[in-house]
C-alpha cells in the first residue's frame, strides 16, 4: 500500500501521474524548464535578464520592428510576466494597426469621384 501524499505539482515524464492538477500543469515546458533553471541557480523566479537585451516589448514602439518581434517570439519559452507584456504588446499593435487602417479608409472615403475607379 502506498501512503505517500500526492505532490503539490506534476512533472510529466518523471515517474509521476500526468493527471495532477497543480500549478504546473498550466504553464508550459519552456517556463517550467526557466523556472527550475532559476531555482537551482538559486536566481528569481522573474527573468531580469530580458531587460538588458534591448528594448522591452512592454516599451517598444507600435509599428514593423513591434510586429516582427512579435513575429519571432516564441511564446512556449515565455514567462508567465514576459507573455503578459508579449499580450499587452500585441493588443498595442493591434490598435496602431487599426487606427492606420481607419485612416485609410477615411482617405478612400473622401477621394474625389469622377476620376479613375481604384484597380
Known amino acids: 500500500m502506498n501512503n505517500n501524499p500526492e505532490p503539490a505539482f506534476q512533472l510529466p515524464g518523471v515517474g509521476l501521474s500526468r493527471g495532477g492538477s497543480g500549478v504546473l500543469k498550466a504553464m508550459s515546458p519552456g517556463v517550467v524548464d526557466f523556472l527550475f ?27 514593423a520592428e513591434l510586429a516582427r518581434r512579435l ?3 516564441d511564446l512556449d519559452a515565455l514567462t508567465p510576466t514576459e507573455l503578459f507584456h508579449y499580450v499587452r504588446a500585441a493588443q498595442r499593435l493591434a490598435a496602431w494597426s487599426e487606427a492606420l487602417r481607419e485612416a485609410a479608409v477615411g482617405r478612400y472615403c473622401s477621394a ?8
Do not use: F, I, M, N
Not at 541557480?41 to 522591452?56: C, K, L, M, N
Not at 474625389?112 to 484597380?119: D, F, I, K, V, Y
Open 71 to 73: 513575429a519571432e517570439t
Open 112 to 119: 474625389p469621384s469622377g476620376g479613375a475607379a481604384p484597380a
Open 37 to 63: 533553471r532559476q531555482l537551482v541557480a538559486g536566481e528569481p523566479a522573474e527573468d531580469v535578464q530580458w531587460h538588458r537585451e534591448g528594448t522591452a516589448l512592454s516599451v517598444q514602439p507600435p509599428g
